[in-house]
């Protein structure tokens, strides 16, 4: 554990094109509110491609839930923007370990306006780091079938797609994080 503390102590700060700095770091129990607002944020699309309705509504209970993860069980990060206001979040991605302690499921999700701006391939690859950091051997996640561009985004990050027993419309990313000894 104290590799995936020392990897989420280093910031990531970069400049996207349009000069907006932003930061890179592991969500906080202070996030509850800024995580709610990039949720409501979010198109109905995103929603629906995120949540399977795209009038998810997070709740409070919800999003503190999301915010105390414990470090045991998964990693939640998220990129922000300063502002006036204070940060606002622009992307999430987390895991959550499974019970086999061996795998872990994720979810990626940016900002609209922030699609295909890197944020995404930073996330994920923190992500990747954080979960091979704690001996996790395989990450896996659900995409909709019809969510062509995260179909896309997983496959540029080295996941392999699958079906899903439930049906063709649910895709499966998986990628395998340790090598073969």
Request: proline content about 4%; some cysteine; aromatic content about 8%.
């Amino acid at each position: 554990m104290d590799a995936v503390k020392d990897l989420m102590d280093s910031l990531k700060v970069w400049k996207a094109d349009d000069g907006t700095v932003l930061t890179l770091r592991q969500l906080k129990e202070s996030d509850t509110q800024r995580l709610i607002a990039f949720v409501k944020g979010l198109s109905v699309t995103a929603r629906y491609f995120r949540f399977g309705q795209g009038d998810y509504d997070p709740g409070m209970d919800d999003a503190f839930r999301v915010c105390r993860l414990d470090p045991e069980q998964g990693m939640h990060l998220i990129v922000v923007t300063p502002g006036d206001a204070g940060e606002t979040v622009v992307g999430s991605a987390r895991y959550v370990i499974q019970p086999d302690r061996l795998s872990c499921e994720f979810v990626v999700v940016v900002a609209d306006k922030w699609n295909h701006h890197g944020i995404g391939h930073q996330l994920m690859d923190a992500l990747l780091g954080c979960a091979k950091s704690q001996g996790l051997q395989k990450m896996y996640g659900h995409v909709l079938g019809s969510n062509l561009d995260m179909l896309q985004f997983v496959k540029a990050c080295g996941f392999e797609i699958s079906d899903s027993p439930e049906g063709p419309w649910l895709k499966i990313a998986s990628i395998d994080l340790q090598p073969l000894a």
